[in-house]
């Protein structure tokens, strides 16, 4: 049996209706930012959303999500390939290790193929602070179609 890691997911309150099904996906499959559990069981101890604009439920969720035993929180993958990405991602990561001591990974699924045409025509992603924060979503070009 492999070692287990259990996580939380916030998504953008803009996707507070999303079935997860590309997370879900991912998690199965170890895609996108889940590659790193390759060698690991991913249980999911909590799915929600920030609580809108500008991230309310970050105050309070990631506290129920460790209490569930969540080691890592992912921000799903809606939060940078929405138009327009969060723009409180780098506060809302920095303050979630900050106070609840926990890793957090930006993305779930890979970011799909159409949405990094969209976000390179945009130039959204263009600075190497964005290039860093989708680095772990970032798939080969097969992956990203097949999460179209």
Same mark, same amino acid.
């Given at each position: 049996?492999?070692?287990?890691?259990?996580?939380?997911?916030?998504?953008?309150?803009?996707?507070?209706?999303?079935?997860?099904?590309?997370?879900?996906?991912?998690?199965?499959?170890?895609?996108?930012?889940?590659?790193?559990?390759?060698?690991?069981?991913?249980?999911?101890?909590?799915?929600?959303?920030?609580?809108? !604009? +500008?991230?309310? =439920?970050?105050?309070?969720?990631?506290? /129920?999500? #460790?209490?569930?035993?969540?080691? &890592?929180?992912?921000?799903?993958?809606?939060?940078?390939?929405?138009?327009?990405? !969060? +723009?409180?991602? =780098?506060?809302?990561?920095?303050?979630? /290790?900050? #106070?609840?001591?926990?890793?957090? &990974?930006?993305?779930?699924?890979?970011?799909?193929?159409?949405?990094?045409?969209?976000?390179?025509?945009? =130039?959204?992603?263009?600075?190497?602070?964005?290039?860093?924060?989708?680095?772990?979503?970032?798939?080969?070009?097969?992956?990203?179609?097949?999460?179209?």
């Amino acid at each position: 049996m492999n070692e287990k890691i259990k996580i939380g997911v916030i998504i953008c309150d803009r996707y507070k209706s999303c079935a997860g099904g590309k997370c879900f996906r991912s998690i199965k499959e170890k895609a996108g930012a889940f590659d790193i559990y390759k060698d690991k069981d991913v249980e999911l101890v909590g799915y929600t959303s920030c609580g809108g !604009c +500008p991230g309310g =439920n970050i105050e309070y969720a990631p506290e /129920e999500l #460790k209490k569930n035993g969540a080691e &890592v929180i992912h921000f799903a993958t809606g939060m940078v390939v929405g138009y327009p990405p !969060c +723009p409180y991602i =780098n506060q809302f990561k920095g303050f979630i /290790e900050a #106070k609840f001591d926990l890793k957090v &990974v930006v993305g779930t699924h890979p970011i799909p193929e159409k949405y990094l045409i969209t976000h390179t025509a945009l =130039n959204t992603w263009n600075t190497e602070e964005w290039q860093d924060l989708i680095h772990s979503t970032m798939s080969d070009e097969q992956t990203r179609q097949s999460y179209n």
